[in-house]
């Protein structure tokens, strides 16, 4: 069951990521109370959407999560240390602590440090301990854990008051507990360190609304359990045993798959010049070492000509897709660059006319902003459809700031 158990870490991490960007969706605020990170000369500290100042510029970079006004605040030691604090809105929540990342799950704050030994590998690419507290900063359990993550799928309307975490020890054993949402602390242990367990039916607990566990407890038995929901709380609906098969895990298996070759179907590409289809794409990179705020790569990108081509009039660009037969970017730019927006499952273009510089969304016929720094997405939809928070980096991709997607720029 071992190798089961990572394939179910793979899939809490899938998960995490599906539940925060679920989470933006669910999100509807007034248009006042949008809070964003706000620089001044060399410092960055949080403001309302206007402009004015709820938490004193005090920290060297701040970064963005899936959760809007949910802030990572980097105070740098020297070259390789730091410290972080929580901003929650206009609240400084957890102070000069040495995690690098904080994930808002449930309104349960998974804070997660680098320590040594084997982590979950979700968080970052360093081994990690994560550490539970509420959105107040309140210490949830005083034990750290290698992997933790809730079982939102059981409970995708949010109707219950209580949330079942699934923890993974230091001392690499398992345990499922129950949070109470309202009293902020751990009520009832549902499994208590088994020493391996395994998931049925795993990703579809949205239709079948019942936890099935099998593990190995403390004295070395087999145990079974389902946990279910009974009105607007999680119930046992099945115990019993089960005999320990010592046999390999058989969900690996060896040989060669057959893989449909879908391109042989495929019409002859078109001819074309080089240039038509050498274009450029934007990525994020994250500096994992010594967690310096995203650099922003450009990277070369080839166009398959059967979709899209370059078009070109005297010096300027456009992109046409020749499968559709339809203009994507009329010919009037200087230049242009594929990206992927953080924040949503699709990305855009980056779009440059003289000096100034743009965006424009997959989907959208309009784009939006002129500013004089390369202007990169780093949440879209941040708390409501309409607003749009942007990273803004010099020419060698650094980042400088944040701006709005109309072009105002949080900085002074």
């Known amino acids: 069951m071992k190798k089961n158990t990572w394939i179910l870490l793979f899939v809490f991490g899938a998960s995490l990521y599906f539940q925060a960007c679920m989470a933006q969706k669910k999100v509807t605020l007034k248009p006042t109370s949008l809070y964003v990170p706000y620089k001044i000369k060399d410092k960055f500290g949080i403001a309302t959407e206007d402009g004015k100042i709820v938490v004193t510029p005090q920290f060297d970079y701040i970064e963005l999560n899936y959760t809007p006004e949910f802030f990572t605040c980097f105070t740098y030691m020297d070259s390789k ?3 972080t604090s929580l901003v929650v809105k206009d609240k400084i929540v957890l102070e000069n602590q040495p995690y690098f990342g904080y994930y808002n799950t449930r309104d349960i704050v998974f804070a997660v440090m680098e320590v040594g030994g084997r ?3 979700y968080y970052s690419l360093k081994p990690e301990e994560i550490h539970l507290y509420t959105l107040k900063g ?3 359990s005083p034990e750290g854990f290698s992997h933790a993550n809730t079982f939102d799928e059981l409970d995708p309307k949010n109707e219950i008051a209580q949330v079942l975490l699934y923890l993974v020890h230091r001392d690499k054993t398992y345990s499922i507990v129950q949070y109470d949402l309202k009293k902020q602390i751990i009520t009832s242990t549902w499994i208590d360190k088994a020493r391996d367990i ?6 579809m607990l949205y239709r079948t609304q019942e936890l099935h566990v099998k593990y190995v407890d403390a004295q070395n038995k087999g145990k079974e359990l389902k946990i279910g929901i009974k009105g607007k709380s999680y119930v046992k609906t099945y115990e019993g045993t ?3 098969n010592k046999k390999s895990d058989d969900l690996f298996l060896d040989g060669n798959v057959a893989v449909p070759n879908w391109d042989s179907d495929k019409q002859p590409k078109p001819r074309v010049e080089e240039r038509e289809i050498q274009s450029k794409q934007i990525r994020l990179k994250k500096d994992y070492q010594t967690y310096r705020p995203m650099k922003l790569i450009v990277e070369n990108k080839k166009l398959d000509p059967k979709y899209y081509k370059i078009t070109f009039e005297n010096s300027k660009k456009g992109l046409y897709d020749s499968y559709e037969n339809k203009v994507v970017l009329p010919t009037i730019y200087d230049d242009f660059f594929f990206a992927d ?17 743009s965006f424009q969304v997959y989907g959208s016929s309009q784009s939006k902003g002129h500013f004089s720094l390369f202007p990169m997405i780093t949440f ?5 459809p309409d607003f749009h928070l942007v990273g803004l980096f010099d020419e060698q991709g650094q980042f400088i700031c ?3 997607q109309d072009g105002k720029v949080y900085l002074e």
């Open 380 to 384: 879209y939809a941040y708390g409501r």
């Open 242 to 244: 089960y005999e320990i």
């Open 81 to 83: 240390s730091y410290r």
């Open 341 to 357: 927006f953080k924040g949503i499952h699709a990305g855009g273009y980056i779009l440059k006319q003289n000096t100034s510089y």
């Open 198 to 203: 395994e998931f049925e039916d795993l990703g």
């Open 138 to 140: 309140k210490r949830i």
């Open 402 to 404: 944040y701006a709005n």
């Open 119 to 121: 982590g979950s590998g």
